[in-house]
């Protein structure tokens, strides 16, 4: 009896073992399956299914031991790589760390220089695209939300502040270009809600300062700033801000609302074809850098937040302000209060 | 003899009297008629005869008649107000910088440009079609002209001054250490050389002694104006950046006159034509052939 046990609780056993050994090939099965998925597909939904999947996939297995694998935040590389590919855009191209197995993307013509990632958000879930000297996350991905959004403050750091010694403009255009591109393909194809932030091109778009009052001193500045320039700063015909005129029709204008009793400065960009971005002006005309760096204390636009259902309660609140910090260089925890004050407001009026 | 006397004058005094009501109902109806067909060029005609006949019709010496004119001097606001209207948009393409506010009826203020700063320029004279410049601000742009030439801005050398003094300033403030070392190496020779004064003092260590008493008050003296250096720069800094927008003020200026003028010399010129100008785009020409005919 004893030993009859003892045979059919080792078959046990070993049946239990070989049961969880299946488990973990059914899972490395699915993870090939999913790998060539995202490798493979033309589809831009089953890319975004693939990627997704992978995320909830876990390879921990006790039994059965893979191999290195890669990252979520490499397969969120993959995702954005694939997507520019399938749509002819070409100028990021993907390598391998090869001590790591880390992939990282280059982007032409800054493929000397520096190297793209994801990094996942451990608080909120998604990814900040970030370059990898200073880890400016550039724009944030949430493929659960459904949202892209681009942070002002990395932008300008980035390549304002740092890569317009080393670049043109256009160089610089050329290296964000992907970027936009794969928030456009998102919003077209999958319908993601993106915000393109200072790179919107669009005659509409708004941004408005971090700072609520703006000392006239500063557009003083400017305005001084366009002696023996071909540039002229106007004044608005309600006295509600100052307009510089720039090549080409393109026109950078400083303003409030008029009729807004809040008096709520804002950058806007006006240009006929809507070609051209705050940011674009910002690389392309040294006066307005210059000018907008040398006051960004007062000048700085904000991002604002993007404030999920889930991470509304108070601990999230830290987390959220990732993607709210100012666009400024050093912030003071009252600023980020404010700011944080400022961007509920925010998100009532919209 | 005398009653006649009077008839006769009393006949001449009412055929005078007649004849100037005729001429004043003349006058008034020549107005509204001119008044009624928007025709400025009439009322301009009606309103200064004179200067009409002589700047447009080029026939010198015909006087003004006071007793019809000041007919309508109650009137000049509302004329003035009346005749803006085709003077102001003619002057939009003339001079297409200057931006007219009626700061009440028939009064017109005028400001140079449409720039973020920009000054008040002085009054347009609309029943005179003058420019009645401020003369300071004139006076400001033609030395910014005169400047000019020699590639040089109106407050450039106040802004030159008051830079090499912020940097003297500056100076002071960074050598706050330096300064209180050397005060205090003084100090000691003070101290040393006080210990071999008294009584039997040498002049050579009096004067050794007065000469160091000397030095401490200097650097005192630059302490006590450190303390106050960065305010004063500070406010300097407000004063230069005034300054500058003074500068840029009148770089607009000279840059729109010379887009639109060529030269300050061509601008003035187009200012003392501006009567004729103005009223010759009106026609004046097809007035004056009315003018003959009366």
Known sequence: MSSNQMISTAADRVHSLSDSIAQGLEVGQRYVALLNQLTETKDPAELLDATEKLEGLSLANAFVKFPQHYQLADYYLLLMARMLELNGENSLEIEENEIHHQLLAKISPMEDQERFTFEIDPHNGGAFFAEQHHHEPLFYLNLKHQILKFSNRALVDFFIVRQTQKFSDLDLQAVVSPMIKFALLLEKQLNFVIDLGILETGNGARFRLQKPDLPLTIIDRLFVKTTDTDYMLLNLPQNNGAELRLDQNVRLQLAFDPDDYAQEWSFRVLDKEERVSFFDVLLHYPLVREWYLDNREFLAVRTDAMIFANNADQDYVGETLTMTTPDQPTQSAEQTAENLENQTEVEKED | ?294
């Open chain 2, 1 to 294: 003899m005398a009653s006649v006397e009077q008839t006769n004058g009393a006949l001449d005094i009412s055929q005078a009297i007649n004849k100037q009501i005729a001429a004043k109902i003349k006058y008034l109806q020549e107005l509204e008629t001119a008044v009624e067909h928007h025709d400025d060029c009439k009322v301009y005609q009606l309103l200064d005869n004179q200067r009409y006949a002589a700047e447009i019709e080029h026939r010198e010496q015909q006087p003004n008649e006071q007793g019809v004119m000041n007919l309508v001097d109650d009137l000049a606001d509302q004329l003035s107000n009346f005749l803006s209207a085709n003077l102001i948009q003619y002057l939009g393409k003339a001079y297409p910088f200057f931006y007219y506010e009626e700061y009440k009826t028939g009064h017109y203020r005028i400001y140079f440009g449409n720039w973020w700063d920009r000054r008040r320029f002085g009054e347009l004279d609309v029943l005179n079609i003058r420019f009645a410049f401020d003369q300071e601000e004139y006076q400001k742009l033609a030395r910014a002209f005169e400047l000019s030439k020699q590639n040089k801005r109106y407050n450039s050398d106040r802004i030159e001054q008051i830079s090499s003094e912020n940097d003297r300033l500056q100076k002071l403030i960074d050598s706050r250490l330096e300064r209180e070392q050397k005060r205090a190496a003084l100090q000691e020779q003070l101290k040393d050389a006080s210990s071999r004064s008294g009584l039997f003092e040498s002049n050579k260590n009096r004067e050794a002694r007065q000469v160091i008493v000397e030095q401490i008050s200097k650097l005192e003296d630059e302490e006590q104006e450190s303390r106050t250096a960065a305010d004063t720069i500070k406010e300097n800094e407000r004063v230069v950046l005034d300054l500058s927008k003074e500068n840029t003020i009148l770089s607009y200026e000279q840059k729109s006159i010379i887009d639109t003028f060529g030269t300050f010399e061509d601008f003035e010129l187009a200012n003392r034509n501006l009567y004729a100008s103005y009223l010759n785009s009106l026609g004046g020409k097809k007035a004056g052939v009315s003018a003959d005919e009366q």
